[in-house]
Every structure is written in structure tokens, then in C-alpha cells.
């Protein structure tokens, strides 16, 4: 595909942009997005082979993304509602439809409009069709990150990622998340293979307190102890200098 005509065809808006700073979506997602864009009409099905995407990147990248990478980066566009997955043939090839952006944003509320209309003191506004809303949207729109902020953002979505594929789900905009998205993403990794080892979600009935606890305890590291390392610990953790009539 010339890259001229990717460019200058592209359906791709500030909107866009917007939605993937919302949703932490990485640079690599995006350019994912963008090129499955161009491989029908939106919203209608269409079965593209990641590996074409790959060699097309690796012609203008100088490389192509390594199947794991390549696979994340798919994922997170299908947990941002992006793509719709219809029907998975291999781990590249899949059928599939992009979702058009009016179906990703959620409509305004109607109260918003009745208290635009009910203002009749605020109705000489400019015909250009440029709302308030829109304006603050299009102002955060310049909001630019640093490299560290969005590698940041990165690692943090590939944990709240990893824990959804074990159904486990954490409200990014709570409080309590935090404390999940201190650890390494290697370590968050090791407590979900714990978490399906002790049972999963029929015996640990609040994954996410249970999860949190896991990765402070590092539960996973923990061996059965038979009578004889009983012995051993309970003695080098006993004082060895009491005094003598103890």
C-alpha cells in the first residue's frame, strides 16, 4: 500500500486522537487502527492477516513488531471497543469490523441539551456550529504527553489488560487501582497464574482485594512447609540470646 494513498484516503479525524488519549492507547494501536481502517468501509466485516500489517510496518518502521507485541496491541483495540472480533481463525487472521467513532463516544445527555435550550440568554452563539463542549474537547486535544508519561500510561494499561483476560476488572478511575498498578507487570503476571492455581473466581470470590494481597504477600512464593522446615524456621526466627532461667 503506498504510503501517500494511506495518508491522504485515511477517514482518520481529531476525534480519533482524542479517543485514543482517553483510552491510553498506545502509539503502535493507533497505527494498527489506522491501517485497518483502510481495509473496507467501516463498521462492515473484513478478515485482514496482521501479518500484511507487519510487513508493512517493517517497510516503514525498518522492522516489523515482534507476534507478541503485535497481539497486544490487537487486544487493546478490541478492549477499547475499536474492533469487534466476529469470528478468530488464528492469532493474524480474523474476521472482524471497526466500529465508526459516533458508536465508541456515548451520545450527549438529553438534560444537557434541555439546559442549553432553556438559557435563552446564552443562544446568540456563533453559527459556526462550535459548541462549548466542543471547545474544551478540542483544547484537551493539544494536552501532549512526555515519553515517560506515556510509557507510563503503557505499562499501566498492560496491567488493567492482563487482569481482564482472567476476568478480573479494575475501574482505572478508583482509587484502590493504584495500589494494583505499583507492581511490574512480570509480578501481576505470576499472581494471576496463582489466582487460577488456588481456584480462580469459584473459590476466591473477590479476585481484585484477593489479587492486591497476593502481589503484597507475594502468595505464589509460598511453599507447603513439612515438620521438619517447621523446625528449621520456628528456630532461626526464636531468639538465641534469652537469658538462662527463661
Known sequence: MPENSFKN?????????????????????????????????????????????????????GKPYSHNYLKKIFEILVSSRVLQVIKQYSWKITKLLVRPLSWLNPPKKRREKKLHN???????????????????????????????????????????????EYEIYFDPNKRATRHLLEFDISDVRLALKHFVKRGGHQKIPDSQAWLISCLRECYWADKSLNLSAFMQLLNSWFPSNLPRDY
Open 9 to 61: 484516503n485515511l477517514p482518520w479525524t481529531e476525534e480519533h486522537d482524542a479517543f485514543c488519549y482517553q483510552h491510553h492507547i498506545p502509539p503502535a494501536a493507533k497505527i494498527l487502527w489506522q491501517w485497518l481502517m483502510r481495509q473496507g468501509q467501516i463498521a462492515a466485516e473484513i478478515e485482514p492477516d496482521l501479518s500484511e500489517f507487519n510487513a508493512w510496518v517493517a517497510k516503514t518502521r
Open 118 to 164: 432553556h438559557n435563552s440568554s446564552y443562544n446568540s452563539q456563533p453559527s459556526n456550529g462550535i459548541s462549548a463542549e466542543q471547545g474544551v474537547n478540542s483544547s484537551s486535544n493539544s494536552i501532549t504527553l512526555t515519553t515517560a508519561e506515556f510509557e507510563e500510561l503503557e505499562r499501566q494499561h498492560e496491567i488493567l489488560i492482563a487482569c481482564a
